[in-house]
């Protein structure tokens, strides 16, 4: 897969040059190879933008739609909620303290820490909570369209023609969901995940015996009862908080009856809080590919050409979002407290049951990639240029992972069992095989393309976390 002719071909210099040497009139024949290219000429950006083209085109990476803009009263519903401790059994966890502004919408950490830990991003410390068995992944561009699944195992779906979902609770899922009131309002993949945090005893909802929400029967009475919490029960009449019933009467004007509102309505602007808050498709490389040429450097385009193709990354990192939603096993080391089983995470074939599944997790997004990390399903690469050379040699990279660039509580669960660590490699994808070898020149060319992929817009997020919550819960901690 990794060898083409073009892949051969593009990148070098020599390309360049015969690029310049065949689209300058009037060059003599003989005399072609012996100028130098100044960097950033007008004709040698010309030939590199024309082989970027085909090659961005094989691998159908084009511009991605802006969605559309919800009402601002959804949003402002969404914002609230997502910044409230009040959707945690304990109150002491939001959404946001696992995908904070701080953190460019993650956590900075390896593997999250769930209720009962203290504090914000790196500081954040695990407490009397858990280790959450992956990495908070940022929540950048998850409501563009073509975004139908959520978690690394995409254990959350919809299906955008017929609109049906496949989640962990049965009674979503279907042509015929039996929680219909819930489903309607489910109408994006990223509606349908908001669902399920709270309903996480580590994550958000608290541990048995400490709260009535950790205690409730099922998930259809976390949500109930979550919903209590916020507008109250008899129609508003009895508990709830006054604010909250207001901000949600603003964003679903026709409600007639607050006892007609369910944990979907909550969902849904949640996700249109992250919709719109997040969308960040206005990097160098967004521009580029609508047109302004001028926008990547030459380095940034070469390294989009290797990309395409010298590297393989666009084997998987395809399409308009830089993903093929499809799942592979990279051979990534083991961080964290496992899933399912202590020191071990087999992704995808935990939800198929299937072998050839196992280490299998989805291919992410790249927009914003040099923000987000630490990165892989378990933050296992505390360097973006750490991530992209394992891709090059995974089997090297695993054999020879140093869990000291994690701080000692991650560090301390790295899985360093030999008959583990021969699965992975022997599951690994043949899509990354054999090695890739680049020069230091092409590794570099290729991290200013991954560089390139950031909205300046997303540099700073600080502003975006809002004074106070309806609550009245502590939203700076
Ligand atoms: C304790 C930390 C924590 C909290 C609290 C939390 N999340 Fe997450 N979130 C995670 C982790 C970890 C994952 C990945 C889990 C997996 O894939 O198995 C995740 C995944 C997601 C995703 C999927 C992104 C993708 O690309 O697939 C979204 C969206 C998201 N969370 C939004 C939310 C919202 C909304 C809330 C509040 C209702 C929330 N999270 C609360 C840690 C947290
Ligand atoms: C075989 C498919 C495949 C190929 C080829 C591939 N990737 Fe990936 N990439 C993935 C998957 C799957 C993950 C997540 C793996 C995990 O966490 O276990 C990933 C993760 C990443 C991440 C970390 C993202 C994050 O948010 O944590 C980066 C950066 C990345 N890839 C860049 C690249 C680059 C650059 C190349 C080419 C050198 C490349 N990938 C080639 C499938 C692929």
Request: charged share 15%; proline share 6%.
């Amino acid at each position: 897969m990794r060898s083409t002719l073009l892949r051969r071909l593009v990148s070098t210099p020599l390309l360049i040059v015969l690029g310049v040497a065949l689209t300058l009139p009037g060059c003599g024949a003989s005399d072609e190879y012996h100028f130098a290219v100044p960097t950033g000429s007008t004709s040698s950006d010309a030939t590199l933008d024309e082989t970027l083209a085909t090659a961005m085109a094989a691998a159908s990476i084009s511009g991605v739609s802006r969605p559309q803009a919800d009402a601002p009263e959804l949003v402002a519903l969404g914002k609230a909620l997502f910044f409230d401790k009040i959707l945690s059994g304990n109150l002491n966890i939001s959404c946001a303290t696992c995908h904070h502004p701080v953190a460019f919408t993650g956590d900075s950490l390896p593997v999250s820490l769930g209720e009962g830990g203290t504090g914000l991003g790196a500081n954040r410390d695990v407490g009397t909570g858990q280790l959450i068995p992956r990495n908070a992944p940022h929540i950048f561009n998850a409501a563009v369209t073509g975004v139908d699944t959520m978690f690394w195992d995409s254990r959350v779906r919809r299906d955008s023609i017929t609109g049906e979902l496949t989640t962990p609770e049965s009674g979503l899922n279907g042509a015929a969901p039996t929680l219909p009131d819930h489903v309607q309002q489910l109408t994006s993949a990223l509606a349908a995940q908001a669902m399920f945090p709270v309903t996480s005893h580590d994550e958000m909802r608290g541990q048995a015996g400490l709260n009535p929400i950790a205690d409730a029967a099922d998930n259809t009475a976390v949500w109930a009862l979550l919903m209590e919490r916020l507008v109250g029960t008899a129609n508003g009449t009895v508990g709830g908080i006054q604010a909250y019933r207001d901000l949600f009467l603003a964003a679903y004007p026709g409600t007639a009856d607050f006892d007609t509102l369910t944990f979907g309505h909550a969902a849904r602007a949640i996700a249109a809080f992250e919709r719109h808050q997040w969308t960040a498709l206005d990097s160098p490389f967004d521009r580029y590919v609508g047109g302004e040429t001028g926008a990547l450097s030459d380095s940034a385009k070469r390294g989009a050409l290797l990309f395409c193709d010298t590297a393989g990354c666009a084997d998987c990192h395809s399409g308009p979002l830089l993903t093929d939603f499809q799942h592979h096993a990279l051979a990534v080391p083991q961080v964290g407290p496992g899933k399912g089983s202590v020191g071990e995470d087999l992704g995808l074939a935990l939800e198929t049951g299937l072998v050839a599944d196992n280490y299998k997790f989805r291919t992410p997004q790249l927009r914003n990639v040099a923000l987000t990390g630490p990165w892989m399903h378990d933050g296992a690469f505390t360097t973006l240029e750490a991530a992209v050379r394992h891709h090059l040699d995974p089997l090297n990279s695993l054999a020879n992972y140093d869990a000291g660039q994690l701080p000692a509580l991650f560090a301390a669960t790295h899985d360093t069992d030999a008959t583990r660590n021969a699965a992975r490699a022997a599951a690994l994808s043949p899509l990354l095989q054999p090695p890739v070898g680049l020069t230091d020149a092409q590794f570099r060319d290729l991290m200013a393309f991954l560089h390139s992929l950031t909205d300046p817009a997303s540099l700073n997020l600080l502003d975006e976390t809002p004074d106070s919550v309806p609550s009245g819960l502590p939203v700076r901690d």
